[in-house]
Each structure stands twice: as structure tokens, then as C-alpha cells.
């Protein structure tokens, strides 16, 4: 896996070359039962609630952090063309905190029999974008994630 990891001051971005089709790549994200089964940082357990891969569709999560704090999650699809991208606003917070919201962009991008994956996350304000690396631990969160997607699509099948 070849990695790309940039930021602006009010994006994250991380990409990450995996080598298995897009089309694999794609089902991995969009169903349910393997997203349960990477996505987070290491430690972190996911239950889906709802997950309608569509526009307009709604995506409900909670995220269960090694020592216990839920970090419930709700998103919309604001565009879905599969199996090239992705787009749709996150929103959510650790129990008791403040709200947090950016816009996140998926890119699936076909190099023959790897995929590019590019994740997008854009943030209101510069200060919300450094909340959620500080408070959160966003970026690594985000490059954790990808390496467990990496970790699935490189397993054998159950």
C-alpha cells in the first residue's frame, strides 16, 4: 500500500493505493458487513444502524472507542456513482461534547488491478478542522482506518 497524506487548513486528506480492483474496493465500503469490520482507528468498534448507499440516503453509526465512549454518527449521501465516488456530510460528536460536521469525498480511482482510494474531508473553518485533529484524532483516525480497509481487502474470504 502507497500513501499519500495531506492537509490544508480546513481539509484532511489521505490516500491510499491498495491492490485489489475498484469494484472490490467499492464493495467493501458500501456493505454494511465489512464496514462494521474496519472502519474506525484500531481499537474502535462500529455498529450500523442504517447505511442507505444512495442520494439522500442516510448513514447512522455508532463508534465505540477502546475505553468505552460512543461517538454516535449521522451522515447523508449526497452523491453516489459507483463505483467512482462517494460524497456525503457527516456529522457527530463523542457523548456529551460539541457537534462536529464536515463534508467527506471518496474517490475510487482504477490503476488496472489496484485501487487509488482518496478521502476528502472538508471542514467549516480552519478551527473546526484543528478541533477535530486535536480533540479527536482525526488525521490518525483517518490513516488508521485506511490501513484496516487494507488489512480486510488483503485477507482471505471468510
Known sequence: MSEKNESTDREIVVSRIFAAPRELVWAAWTDPKQVVRWWGPRGFTT??????????????????GPDGAEYP???????????ERIRFSQGGAKRGEAHV???????????GDRTRLTVRM????????????RDYGAL???IQTMDRLGELIAAPPA
Open 47 to 64: 455498529t450500523i444502524e442504517k447505511m442507505d448507499v444512495r442520494p439522500g440516503g442516510e448513514w447512522k453509526h455508532i463508534m465505540r
Open 73 to 83: 454518527n449521522e451522515s447523508v449521501f449526497t452523491e453516489v456513482v459507483k463505483p
Open 101 to 111: 460536521s464536515f463534508e467527506a469525498t471518496w474517490t475510487f480511482e482504477a490503476l
Open 122 to 133: 472538508v471542514f467549516p473553518t480552519a478551527a473546526a478542522r484543528e478541533r477535530v485533529v
Open 140 to 142: 490518525e483516525g483517518a
